[in-house]
């Protein structure tokens, strides 16, 4: 308990209080001042903590958390949700069609129309909707769909045309558009042009976008999440300065960490800017790379991967590398290990972004350059009836894991990955005890966490991912 000098603001008493320090694992009260916690123990022990201004609170018996630390999410992607209509809960092409149709007539004619986080193995039809699904919704507006992933998306023939995605139109590197096989015409279908098309949308107007970025920090603030790491790979200086405006102007409540993306790496170094420079309320993070594999081709190629690790490696700054599939994950821990090679750092905390398939050498590799996973629990819960019939139940002892890798002495923090999945920290401790989907499929029950080491995951676990151990 800290020093009895120091009067609370804000006293709780007759709580359970679980503060995740196996010296002391529960208390009866907690008293907080100028914004921090002050101490925890017996109510009789913090008495003295209380003074005239003091205001006290009865928590008749109700468990008290730590604040969660998510340590991956993209808060100016969520925002834009806000702004948009949400299809996670649709289960059928007519039920998007629906949910467009209501939204469709408060935006002018012209302007587009955008929906988010559809999934189509959660739809009826198991496919992906196409232009001429959303050229039934309109014609006159263009219509984008994303898919939940980020990885996907649905044009109808109107967004198509102001895309100029016809059928001579030739995707960037890494990027695809699916076509009818008779005609060549694009069925409206397009896969990883999410930065392409970043380029054709018009950005929302600042007034829409900053109401969304209110309502996603409010949500923040009521599900306990007080600190996260922004994890966006298109992030740049600009975005920091954003993120710091709306500190400075009251909009964000909890504490952010900004990854930049590693095409902004040269406009860090340029600027001079140290490593997890910034404040306590606002600071730079790690330097974001995706790392993908697509019909066994890796994007970025490795030969460029292990360059762009390198630079960002040489330079000090924190990694996270995004890889989902096997081949990303390998190419991923084979670029760190070849940057630790040439100039060891003793603290540098790389991290693995999802690591969803980790068979057991990757785990040598993890403790060998010790690097970190950043894993999302809440994505058993959500998907995992996907995982459960797409993912060979061979490879389910792989998947999404946190209890083997943590024995084997890897660093593991749990994460929303939120607007890919609902915030919903709850969820995740939920799934990382249960490892159940929604409808209760297990996926390999082994790797269940106990409650105290579920509630770490996604409370103090993160903060070593995201080395904030000292604010
Ligand atoms: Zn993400």
């Not at 952010?256 to 997890?276: K, N």
């Not at 590398?321 to 084979?334: I, P, R, S, T």
């Not at 297990?442 to 409650?451: M, T, V």
Request: proline letters at 6%; aromatic letters at 6%; a negative charge.
């Amino acid at each position: 308990m800290s020093s009895l000098s120091l009067k609370a603001d804000l006293l709780l008493y007759g709580g359970r209080v679980l503060t995740l320090d196996p010296a002391r694992p529960t208390a009866e009260a907690l008293a907080v001042a100028a914004g921090q916690i002050l101490a925890v123990g017996g109510e009789e022990e913090l008495r003295p903590l209380i003074a005239a201004h003091t205001q006290t609170l009865a928590c008749d018996g109700r468990t008290i958390l730590p604040g969660f630390v998510d340590p991956h999410l993209h808060l100016f992607a969520w925002a834009s949700h806000f702004c948009g209509t949400d299809l996670g809960t649709a289960r059928s092409i007519p039920e998007i069609q629906g949910l467009l149709a209501r939204d469709l007539s408060h935006i002018s004619t012209g302007d587009w129309v955008r929906g988010y986080s559809y999934d189509e193995f959660f739809l009826a039809e198991k496919r992906h909707p196409t232009r001429r699904d959303l050229d039934l919704v309109s014609l006159d507006h263009p219509v984008i769909l994303r898919h939940r992933t980020g990885h996907a998306a649905v044009l109808n023939s109107a967004a198509l045309r102001r895309a100029g995605i016809t059928q001579h139109f030739t995707p960037p590197a890494g990027g695809s558009v699916e076509r009818d096989p008779l005609t060549g015409e694009p069925t409206g279908v397009v896969y990883e042009l999410e930065k392409f098309l970043r380029t054709v949308l018009p950005p929302l107007s600042s007034h829409d976008f900053t109401a969304g970025v209110k309502q996603a920090s409010a949500e923040l603030l009521r599900q306990g999440v007080c600190s996260f790491h922004d994890a966006s790979a298109g992030n740049t200086l600009e975005d920091f300065a954003l993120f710091r405006r709306f500190n400075a102007e009251g909009l964000l409540v909890s504490r952010a960490t900004v990854m930049i993306g590693i095409d902004a790496l040269p406009q860090l170094v340029d600027a001079g800017l140290a490593p997890f420079s910034g404040d306590e309320r606002v600071r730079l993070g790690s330097v974001k790379i995706i790392v993908h594999e697509s019909r066994g081709t890796l994007y970025p190629e490795p030969d460029e991967l292990a360059e762009m690790v390198w630079q960002a490696h040489r330079h000090g700054f924190q990694l996270a590398l995004h890889a989902v599939e096997e081949g990303a994950v390998c190419a991923a821990l084979n670029a760190i290990e070849h940057a630790q090679r040439r100039l060891p750092r003793a603290d540098h905390r790389h991290r693995i972004e999802h690591c969803a398939l980790c068979p057991p050498p990757f785990v040598d590799t993890l403790v060998e350059t010790g690097s970190a996973v950043v894993t999302q629990p809440g994505f058993l819960y959500f998907y995992g009836d996907k995982y459960a019939a797409e993912v060979d139940p061979q490879l389910h002892s792989w998947l999404y894991r946190t209890k083997s890798l943590l024995e084997c002495g890897v660093q593991v923090a749990g994460s929303s990955d939120c607007p890919i999945a609902p915030l919903s920290p709850l969820t995740g401790v939920q799934a990382a005890m249960t490892r159940r989907s929604r409808t209760g499929t297990p996926l390999h029950l082994q790797d269940r966490l106990a409650l105290r080491d579920a509630l770490a995951l996604l409370g103090c676990w993160p903060i070593w991912s995201c080395l904030i151990e000292t604010s």
